[in-house]
T-cell receptor, first 112, second 115 residues
Framework: DAKTTQPTSMDCAEGRAANLPCNHS???????VYWYRQIHSQGPQYIIH???NNETNEMASLIITEDRKSSTLILPHATLRDTAVYYC?????????????FGGGTRLMVKP | GAGVSQTPSNKVTEKGKYVELRCDPI?????LYWYRQSLGQGPEFLIY????????DSGLPNDRFFAVRPEGSVSTLKIQRTERGDSAVYLC?????????????FGPGTRLTVL
């Protein structure tokens, strides 16, 4: 699976949009981009995934560049409960057997 | 509905002892994963079960680690002759195991401390 690069930490003001970048310059054509987050003392939680089109769900939006070498996770109105470590993962397809390969992630701190 | 549960939530043991960590997946999920997370790092894959069989155990660090899932539901991760370096949070995840997208649902983890 392709390697990802994320900033170690970011701050965001409560109520503002949080934009979390991820570089995956070696991504292959059949690899998806996944985002998970891990709130303190909990297991990781799935947020969103995409292949090449932008995606939106009730939690977040995922913007993937046209060349697919980078992406941005957007939390449109960050709350204190969004403080967590956010992991960007790329992996081939989404078959059940594929494990997740986590990097260090971005520690997002949402401040009042 | 009930999520993935793991017991115990905390386990303290002495170096050289044997420990068992239990995972109860979401009912009906055929795929089950174990991960290990050291302080300040992302989770690392250990082993994946599809049904009762271990389909991929490439992440197990050595032969002191073993996992079973005899009836295709509950899984137990077993660690023999524990070492201080085994101290970590052990996470279990399950997914439906169907064709197509399979979100992995994680439990809260078991924090293992080896003294």
């Amino acid at each position: 699976d392709a390697k990802t690069t994320q900033p170690t930490s970011m701050d965001c003001a409560e109520g503002r949009a949080a934009n979390l970048p991820c570089n995956h310059s070696t991504i292959s054509g059949n690899e998806y981009v996944y985002w998970y987050r891990q709130i303190h003392s909990q297991g990781p939680q799935y947020i969103i995934h995409g292949l090449k089109n932008n995606e939106t769900n009730e939690m977040a939006s995922l913007i993937i560049t046209e060349d697919r070498k980078s992406s941005t996770l957007i939390l449109p109105h960050a709350t204190l409960r969004d403080t967590a470590v956010y992991y960007c993962i790329v992996r081939v397809s989404y078959n059940a057997g594929n494990m997740l390969t986590f990097g260090g992630g971005t520690r997002l701190m949402v401040k009042p | 509905g009930a999520g993935v549960s793991q017991t115990p939530s905390n386990k303290v043991t002495e170096k050289g002892k044997y420990v068992e960590l239990r995972c109860d997946p979401i009912s009906g999920h055929t795929a089950l994963y174990w991960y290990r997370q050291s302080l300040g790092q992302g989770p690392e894959f250990l082993i994946y079960f599809q049904g009762t069989g271990a389909a991929d155990d490439s992440g197990l660090p050595n032969d002191r680690f073993f996992a079973v899932r005899p009836e295709g539901s509950v899984s137990t991760l077993k660690i023999q002759r524990t070492e201080r370096g085994d101290s970590a949070v052990y996470l279990c995840a399950s997914s439906p195991g169907l064709a197509g997208f399979n979100e992995q649902f994680f439990g809260p983890g078991t924090r293992l401390t080896v003294l």
